[in-house]
């Protein structure tokens, strides 16, 4: 049965039964008792009428049977009704979860009328249709920019096989070694790629690890790069204990400074690398000079394959994926990204994570 019928069958079964009690009530404790020369003898008339031996067993249950056939009547119309009134919200849920089915996502229920149960299940609703909105249409650009970017290097060999085979006296040097370039970029995205899909499913074992002590190997890994492009590297900070994937949370700080270095001032470029820790939460937190970012630029900045209008690719370029990754790490540690610019040019950005829970003595 529907949730309607089951609704009019309750109501008119809660119905008919006060309506037994009732009449119930009234044969036991009104009727029944009645003595029979209770009502005056001269009024006739009256006693007539109102003569308890009138209201017989038959009688009454001649009246008893009317009105229960009644109330039966009125309880199941009435039940109907007011089961259609109370679901009608419930339709309207139902509907738009199976447009929702259909792949329509910009539907919304925007539930009218004063705030109950339903309203509130319809707002919750709407906003996990809006979110699963968003979601999709990001998984969506994705997808696109990814097939653009992994393209590129095929079509980039392709073209380098034709030439070969069009001309076979060309030196085979150069061509081996541009091919070697282009395939290792695309290893280098794929990677990227594969790990950004690791830490969204956050498929990693938590360690008790000292980002100070990330911090300083990232930098050391990425000294010869920074020396190569003329940055210094200034490296600071107190012992912040947190807990994740030392694997993850290294590929995070790397990607920061080597993010840092790349988009730097040509020459003479600084960078600063610090790490605290507070009541509820540990920073890590990533400076570089550079060119003067608007605030609109900045907040695209850890979309995946966003470059930014003046980052040029090079050989230190990277895939696109360096913040994005950084975003991804940080959530799946329970942490936030913030990237902020900096007045004087450049770039400050800041990852806070949870501060682990204390050890427990056993």
């Not at 394959?305 to 329970?334: N, W």
């Amino acid at each position: 049965m529907s949730v309607r019928l089951k609704l009019t069958l309750s109501y008119a079964g809660f119905l008919m039964l006060a309506g037994v009690l009732l009449l119930a009530a009234v044969w036991v404790f009104l009727l029944r008792g009645v003595p029979a020369g209770y009502l005056v003898p001269d009024l006739s008339n009256v006693r007539r009428v109102l003569n308890p031996h009138n209201f017989g067993p038959s009688v009454f249950g001649t009246a008893a049977a009317a009105v229960l056939v009644f109330l039966l009547v009125f309880g199941l119309l009435g039940g109907w009704i007011l089961a259609s009134r109370m679901l009608a919200p419930l339709n309207r849920i139902t509907e738009a979860t199976r447009m929702a089915a259909n792949g329509s996502l910009c539907h919304r229920i925007r539930l009218p009328g004063r705030r109950d149960e339903f309203h509130e299940l319809a707002d919750s609703f709407d906003g996990m249709l809006a979110r699963l909105e968003a979601h999709v249409a990001e998984q969506q650009r994705f997808a696109a920019n990814a097939s653009h970017e992994l393209r590129t290097p095929l079509a980039i060999t392709q073209t380098l096989l034709d030439v070969a085979r069009k001309d076979p006296n060309r030196d085979s040097g150069e061509l081996v070694e541009r091919l070697r370039a282009v395939n290792a970029r695309a290893i280098e995205l794929t990677e990227a790629l594969l790990l950004l899909s690791r830490a969204d499913q956050r498929s990693f074992t938590r360690e008790h690890v000292d980002l100070s002590l990330i911090a300083e190997e990232a930098a050391e890994t990425l000294l010869p790069l920074a020396e190569k492009h003329g940055i210094t590297i200034h490296t600071s900070g107190e012992i912040t204990p947190t807990t994740g994937s030392p694997a993850l949370l290294l590929q995070m700080t790397t990607n920061l400074l080597h993010n840092a270095i790349v988009h730097n001032l040509p020459e003479h470029g600084t960078m600063q690398i610090y790490t605290a820790i507070g009541p509820e939460s540990v920073l890590l937190t990533v400076e570089n000079t550079g060119d003067k970012l608007t605030p609109q630029l900045v907040s695209t900045l850890a979309e995946p394959f966003q470059r930014g209008t003046e980052r040029i690719r090079s050989d230190h370029a990277g895939v696109g994926l360096g913040l994005a990754i950084v975003d991804s790490i940080a959530q799946a540690h329970d942490g936030t990204l913030t990237l902020t610019p900096r007045d004087a040019g450049g770039l400050r950005v800041t990852v806070q994570l949870p501060v682990p829970p204390p050890h427990t003595g056993g």
